[in-house]
């Protein structure tokens, strides 16, 4: 075979525009949303009808998904790892097959067929060997390493999403047709419970506001009455969502507190409504220790899920709203640690980026391609996640008052930062950021764009004011809003992936108003009050081209960060509040930016208090150039900076059209990458096939050429790592397929008699492998390793270690996830180092390592082997 080096493809994209002489099914009016037969009506501000069905299809869906649960909380298996039920099709009276706790039975690939009919199903637990550790040990350990003790077991329960189960997680009073009983003393826990198919809803369903909204900011919006309908149905919601403790749950079907629902949510905009219960929901995502914890995530959390600093930027938000010098000290010492942590273990040598997934988008296969194991994620980049990072050093080198290290260095890291951040993700084949780039074993960017990740990038980088107004109206759309990435992946279904999610669109809305779209902008705000009027709730997610909310993996109602996107959208958008603060003199500052898209020109928010200072707003006209305000009856220039010391601020502003501005349409296109072709390689062979009849084969992330057919020989003298990526016919490509390395290898097997395996963190926290090379140069190692310490999907005890080649070149820590088993062996990603000719060594250690996962006590893995292979750089 010839190998043609290729040019640089050039994404070749036709956008759709939305040109159609049919209108849209989507209607607004000043009380009525409507999409095609469908409406929502608002009868009053507190009172709303919907005649839109939340269920199409009036089956029962299958597989019914559900956990055994020990005293109510989610101990079973880590988030994703569930028991599936199929009931057979006709029957009745099911009984279903005896389970035991922690044990899965393997799952069928293929989608059963939904059935109509109302079951009974009788589930039977055989609880003898919990028992049993309660009789022989006092405590049981359960699969996600919480320990139950035998004198605190309350109770065998059943969680699930499937009507009537609930996911009982923190609730304190799971409900008791839920626990299993063992009425024959046999140890086998019996349960029975009826599922019925689901009732398709007419138009009598309504929402009428239940709570006291008086000691919130009222909106007010007499020219629509659906806005204000809306706004008042969130704040209900926000208040639904406090719990007990005075924090945050992140929805109605979820009641735990997590680290990146809350901070979402409170910098959009709960931070200026509810400070105090913030501050509770803050608290609670810290350790004993004060480290910002990093829910249980991909492969067994952080270092591999790496975007707590969220936290911190909800923390400085409540500090502007605010003003609470107490609070400035108490976030101070966690912010300050978490950011030394990942500077110091968590970043990429050479780029300076911060390692770990996509912020949010936490299913890997939704956004990943199926093979990369949460080793390879640990080792890319995500554009979010590093967004993220720059945000929270700011705030870190703020607060960072005594510590002249930090005074003198991250300045400078930084504007590094800020500038390389657009640069390291910018894609030419994408014209855009990529959501991610692969790092090991090559340089592979992602396939697809990240909403949340440009939309961050936007507001708070200064770097990406170059190329706002490009990726604003460049950013593929429906008729529903703005979907979470784009491409949409064609081997996963619809959740992050073929998903809109509003909290997501109101970053893109603030992102789309930053860079004067006002088409955007204005598409972003219906589609938030078509799905809000029509669900009658503020839901978490929905189709991106149905929009329905029945349609996606997981859903649930009042989820927070919905509740806080539509408030953020209101206060940060529509009146353009925003607070800064000046560290030198110690004031803050309301600033006003207004931007009202709507026909309708009559708007105020009253009784917000912001620093003690009540703060009345009226607002009229349409557009986002301010042509007056006046402040306390004095005429102000537009753009003055309000001081916020107590005096009560009246606020009256009008607007007009922006003349000078104008946004084309939006990009109304429904878009999806090619599938990864599938390939297997015998010794230089390489077979593939892709649906799509193309594919670019890549070696070392670099395209050398393009495949019309197969097989085809690779020449021994390339070396390297080989994928390809399918491409269609307008040319875009497909994520890249698992790479295979051809070319010299050595493996250095740890262990030679059995167990085969060397094990870390148990009584052995030190390993050190010496060995000889004939040549001098740079290489990659990577090791053959077990975690069998939790699932693949969550978690929080990847393993960890410091790595030293020769005990002298890069200090780096390098992670062990979860691999489900400890039978189950997989591989780290690719490590780089510079070895000599003759004797070298590799040091693995966790007696000085500076820095513990999210588990603090638990750092356990087996390693069996090591690979080596050279590279040419």
């Known amino acids: 075979m010839r190998i043609n080096k290729l040019a640089v493809l050039t994404f070749i994209s036709i956008f759709l525009i939305n040109c159609s002489s049919d209108p849209s099914p989507i209607q607004i009016d000043s009380n009525r949303v409507s999409d095609g037969k469908y409406f929502a009506e608002a009868k009053s501000p507190t009172q709303m009808v919907s005649n839109y069905p939340m269920i199409l299809n009036p089956t029962l869906d299958l597989p019914i998904i559900f956990k055994l649960s020990l005293n109510g909380k989610d101990n079973e298996a880590g988030f994703g790892v569930d028991h599936q039920l199929i009931i057979p099709q006709g029957i009745t009276e099911f009984y279903a097959p005896t389970l035991r706790f922690g044990e899965y039975s393997p799952i069928s690939p293929a989608k059963p067929t939904p059935i109509d009919q109302s079951s009974n199903v009788y589930f039977r637990v055989d609880l003898r060997p919990i028992l049993k550790a309660f009789s022989r040990d006092g405590y049981y350990i359960t699969p996600t390493q919480d320990t139950v003790h035998a004198n605190d077991f309350e109770g065998l329960y059943l969680a699930g999403g499937t009507n009537p189960l609930r996911w009982i997680w923190d609730d304190p009073s799971p409900a008791k047709t839920l626990k299993f009983q063992d009425s024959d003393l046999d140890s086998i826990f019996e349960l029975a419970i009826q599922f019925e198919p689901p009732t398709i809803t007419g138009n009598d369903r309504t929402w009428e506001l239940s709570q006291d909204l008086s000691s919130l900011p009222q909106f007010s919006s007499p020219q629509a009455p659906l806005l204000e309908a809306i706004t008042n149905m969130a704040l209900e919601e926000a208040l639904l969502d406090i719990r007990e403790d005075g924090a945050f749950s992140a929805g109605k079907e979820w009641r735990g507190v997590w680290t ?10 709960l931070a200026y409504l509810f400070p105090e219960n913030v501050k509770t929901s803050l608290r609670a995502k810290l350790t004993p220790e004060g480290r910002i914890i990093q829910d249980t995530g991909t492969g067994g959390s952080w270092p591999i899920s790496s975007d707590r600093h969220i936290w911190t930027l909800a923390a400085w938000e409540v500090f502007l709203a605010t003003g609470d010098s107490l609070w400035l000290d108490e976030i101070r010492r966690p912010i300050l640690q978490s950011l030394k942590e990942d500077l110091l273990w968590n970043r990429d040598p050479v780029s300076g980026m911060l390692l770990g997934e996509t912020s949010f988008e936490d299913w890997r296969e939704q956004t990943y391609p199926p093979w990369m194991t949460p080793a390879d994620i640990h080792a890319s980049h995500a554009l979010s996640t590093n967004i993220i990072f720059k945000r929270a050093l700011e705030i870190g080198l703020g607060l960072a008052q005594n510590d002249p290290g930090i005074i003198q260095s991250w300045p400078a ?202 703060i009345h707003i009226e607002l009229s006209g349409n557009g ?41 349409p939006v990009n109304i296109v429904d878009y999806n990458l090619p599938p990864i072709p599938q390939s297997s390689w015998m010794a230089d062979t390489l077979h593939w096939n892709a649906l799509s009849g193309e594919a670019i084969l890549e070696l070392n992330g670099r395209s050398v050429d393009t495949l019309r057919q197969s097989p085809i020989l690779v020449p021994d003298t390339l070396a390297g790592f080989f994928s390809i990526r399918g491409i269609d016919s307008t040319g875009n490509l497909s994520l890249p397929s698992r790479p295979h390395y051809q070319g010299p290898s050595a493996t250095m097997v740890l262990n030679s008699k059995a167990p085969y395996y060397v094990t870390l963190g148990d009584n052995n926290a030190f390993i050190k492998m010496d060995f000889k090379l004939p040549n001098a140069g740079n290489y990659l190692i990577r090791f053959i390793y077990a975690n069998g310490s939790g699932p693949i999907n969550t978690g929080n005890s990847c393993g960890l270690a410091k790595l030293t080649m020769n005990d002298w070149w890069l200090e780096q820590m390098i992670s062990f996830p979860h691999t489900a088993e400890w039978n189950s062996w997989q591989t780290t990603a690719w490590a780089k180092a510079q070895f000599i000719a003759g004797d070298n060594s590799i040091t693995l250690d966790q007696e000085s390592l500076p820095v513990n996962n999210m588990n603090g006590a638990l750092n356990l893995f087996r390693i069996k082997n090591i690979e080596i292979v050279p590279i040419s750089e």
Not at 260 to 269: E, I
Not at 439 to 461: F, K, M, V, Y
Not at 629 to 649: H, M, R, S, W, Y
């Open 260 to 269: 990146r629902d809350v901070s979402f949510a409170s910098q959009l905009s």
């Open 413 to 614: 890291l930084i504007t590094r930062l800020d500038q390389n951040i657009l640069n390291h993700f910018w894609s030419p084949a994408l014209e855009a950021p990529a959501s991610y780039i692969i790092t090991a074993p090559a340089w592979q960017p992602a396939s697809h764009r990240d909403l949340l990740g440009e939309s961050l990038g936007i507001l708070l980088s200064p770097a990406f004011s170059m190329v706002d107004s490009q990726l604003v109206q460049s950013y593929p759309r429906t008729l529903y809003g703005s979907p979470v990435i784009s491409h949409q992946l064609p081997h996963s279904p619809a959740y992050h992936n073929q998903a809109i999610w509003p909290f997501v669109e109101t970053y893109g809305l603030l992102a789309a108003k930053k860079a004067g779209n006002q088409g955007v902008y204005k598409h972003s705000f219906e589609g938030l009050i078509r799905a809000t009027g029509l669900f009658l709730s503020h839901r978490e997610n929905y189709q991106f081209l149905t929009g329905r909310p029945d349609q996606t993996a997981i859903n649930s109602d009042r989820q927070l960060w919905s509740v806080a996107g539509w408030l953020g959208a209101i206060y940060k958008g529509l009146f353009g509040i925003s607070i800064h603060y000046n560290f030198d003199t110690e004031g803050f500052d309301l600033h006003l930016a207004p931007n009202n898209p709507f026909e309708w020109s009559s708007f105020s928010l009253d009784n917000i208090t912001l620093h003690d200072t009540p």
């Open 624 to 664: 986002s150039l301010v042509k007056s305000i006046l402040v306390n009856g004095e005429q102000l220039e537009p753009d003055t900076a309000l001081p916020l010391k107590g005096q009560k601020l009246d606020i009256v502003i009008r607007v007009v059209n922006n003349s000078t501005s104008h946004s084309p």
